[in-house]
């Protein structure tokens, strides 16, 4: 973890130090003991403040706020040249990088390094937003949140993380970060950390990311939708001076996932364009299977031991609503999928409690 010198640059240092001395004095406050991310007030986070430790004293420095809005993912140099850089796939790691897809393939859990720099920087503090959001434009307005199955795990339950903490797909090293966004209101989850200043000899500043839940987990997860992630870079007033986009899938096989996405884009990508071709004419009435026809509901009560074989089979049922639920959206015979879907949804909840 890096050293206090490089929490804040060295403007700012004096800049606090200077407002100590002077007639702001009452306007900062000051502990005695540096805290850890769980000694941290939410209320206070979600206020916008936190504290950080400058010259063995406490100030406070105001963070941005909760993200309201559906956020960007158009790519922003801005007036200091951000720039994010993924280290290349080295042959141990748990995680691979497509150049090719922008794409990040990793496992649930692993710590994933991000580089961050600038050309300049302002006198005031800046900080670094990290929100993840569907790739898809349909979905972009969802917030992404974990699975019931992750989120209330023992791992998660029986530890000291903080309960807002919990929904957020994404947790930083950073001993300062901020878990932005309350679930039981609906908001935007993200996660904020202050933009430190680079070590001797190096240009960038690196943090440590993981992620908690994979891209196939069911809703409210992910429920195998693309996931990107825009890192922007902003004020205390939320103001952005560079945006960075980075897509990523969270899977238990990232190698084989990655190969297989480049196959598939270097297969459309090689399409023949403007080619005309000889359309086939439907049937006038197409034959329809009994299956397709068949949605009348089922309730079947199955002996299973071990919570954890109940779990798997709601999992594998809710996707088999979900499936359907796309197969037949177009033809407007989607609602009885959508009822049981939201049946098995409850049974998940009350599994989980």
Known sequence: MSSQSDFLPPDVQNFLLAEMEGDNMDNLNFFKDEPTLNDLNYSNILNGSIVANDDS?????????????????????GPYEFEVDVHPTVA???????????????????????????????PNPLF????????????????VYRCLNHEFSHKESDGDLKEHIRPHI??????????LGDKSKNERLSVVI??????????????????????????PGMNRRAVEIIFTLEDNQGTIYGRKTLNVRICSC??????????????????????????EKPSKKPMQTQAENDTKEF???????????EQNVLKYCHDLMAGEILRNIGNGTEGPYKIALNKINTLIRESSE
Not at 104 to 121: E, K, L, N, Q
Not at 131 to 136: D, E, F, K, L
Request: a positive charge; glycine letters at 4%.
């Open 170 to 179: 994404i947790r930083c090293a950073n001993q300062y970060a901020a878990y």
């Open 254 to 279: 990232p190698k084989r996932d990655k190969e297989k996405d480049e196959k598939d884009n270097t297969a459309n990508t090689n399409l023949p364009h403007g080619k005309k071709r000889k359309m």
């Open 128 to 143: 670094i937003r990290s929100t993840p959001v569907y790739s898809a434009p349909q979905f972009a307005q969802e917030c």
């Open 57 to 77: 004293k406490m100030v406070h420095l105001i963070f941005p706020g909760v993200q309201t809005s559906v956020p960007s993912n158009d790519e922003y140099d």
């Open 194 to 219: 202050p933009f430190g200043i680079p070590q001797t000899g190096t240009e960038s500043v690196r943090e440590i990311f993981e992620f908690v839940c994979k891209n196939s987990c069911p809703s």
């Open 299 to 309: 309730t079947l009560t199955i002996p299973l031991v071990g919570r954890h074989n």
């Open 92 to 122: 141990k790691n748990s995680w691979v990088y497509s150049t090719t897809l922008n794409k990040v393939y990793m496992t649930m859990g692993s710590p994933f390094p991000v580089d961050f720099r600038v050309s300049h920087r302002p």
